[in-house]
């Protein structure tokens, strides 16, 4: 028997408690192979490991065991049909992000039928630029700005710009502080909103706290998102936000109090309360 051939390390990584999936995937980047490509290591299970191979793989296995996102072990990370480079610098974008990535089109494709300038868009607290790319790939027209508090976090963002050749405006600063003066069509922002002490952080270790963690309730930036967006909306127009799965009704009544109107709320994939966003109708 030997111990290199890809049948046999994969039994082996089940052993040591790693997900079938996750040893597959790794297996593959160790081999300089496409990480998604399954099929290949079906087709080759008796193929030997080199010993730079196995010791590679050995490598990225215990990062993983230790709980690191195989997006920042692999690099990357798809999103919304885009190849995004991520690392330890920026949140990973999630499926439930989608979500509120196909609000904002349906949103623009709305407003787009009324006016006949390029649109708008503001991505707040943009990480990796996941949301403000997905944006701006699907609407070629519209005019993207993103910003974010951490410089870190705006160089993952840039890079991925401009590997995927779409141009963004970035701005540094903590929300709306980044983008004085100006007026959007529609403002979209994944903030953190998870509270301090919700053990589903003891998972999230690898992940910038302050993507994820948020004030007392998990309100916080929430409420300054809200609470700043009718300074830097157009008449009618919109501010949608993802948050956290029982957060939808406080977020909801966030939008009311602060005068928004046609406030409401979509699901994710999975069937939860994820996004909820208004119009904001009066002239400030
Ligand atoms: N949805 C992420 C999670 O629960 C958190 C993202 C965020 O705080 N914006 O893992």
Redesign the pocket.
């Known amino acids: 028997m030997n111990t290199l051939a890809i049948r046999h390390v994969l039994l082996d990584a089940q052993r040591t408690g790693l997900e079938r999936l996750d040893a597959q995937m790794l297996l593959l980047l160790a081999l300089g192979r496409n990480p998604n490509d399954r099929a290949w290591l079906l087709a080759h299970d008796d193929s030997l490991l080199t010993p730079d191979q196995a010791t590679r793989y050995a490598q990225t296995c215990e990062r993983r065991l230790r709980g690191e996102p195989l997006a920042y072990i692999a690099g990357h990370k798809e999103f919304f049909g885009l190849d995004l480079q991520v690392d330890a610098r920026v949140?990973v974008p999630?499926p439930?992000?989608e979500t509120l990535v196909q609000w904002a089109l349906d949103t623009l494709e709305v407003t787009a039928a009324g006016t006949s300038r390029p649109l708008r868009v503001l991505d707040l607290g943009t990480g990796s630029g996941a949301i403000a790319l997905a944006i701006q790939r699907s609407q070629p027209a519209t005019d993207t700005w993103a910003t974010d508090a951490s410089a870190d976090a705006l160089a993952v963002a840039r890079t991925n710009a401009m590997a995927l050749g779409l141009p963004i405006t970035f701005r540094e600063g903590r929300w709306w502080n980044a983008v004085p003066g100006e007026r959007f069509h529609l403002a979209v922002s994944?903030?953190?909103?998870?509270e301090p002490d919700d053990p589903?952080l003891q998972r999230?270790t690898h992940e910038p706290p302050s993507?994820?963690?948020?004030g007392p309730d998990g309100l916080t930036d929430l409420r300054d998102l809200v609470l700043g967006a009718p300074s830097h909306l157009h008449p009618e127009g919109w501010l949608l936000v993802?948050h956290?799965h029982d957060q939808a009704g406080r977020v909801r009544a966030l939008f009311r109090q602060a005068g928004f109107a046609n406030v409401s709320t979509r699901n994710d994939i999975a069937g939860i309360e994820r996004c909820t966003g208004g119009q904001w109708l009066e002239k400030p």
Request: net charge negative; aromatic share 6%; proline share 12%.
């Open positions: 949140l999630r439930d992000t994944n903030p953190p909103y998870i589903h999230l993507a994820l963690v948020a993802e956290g």
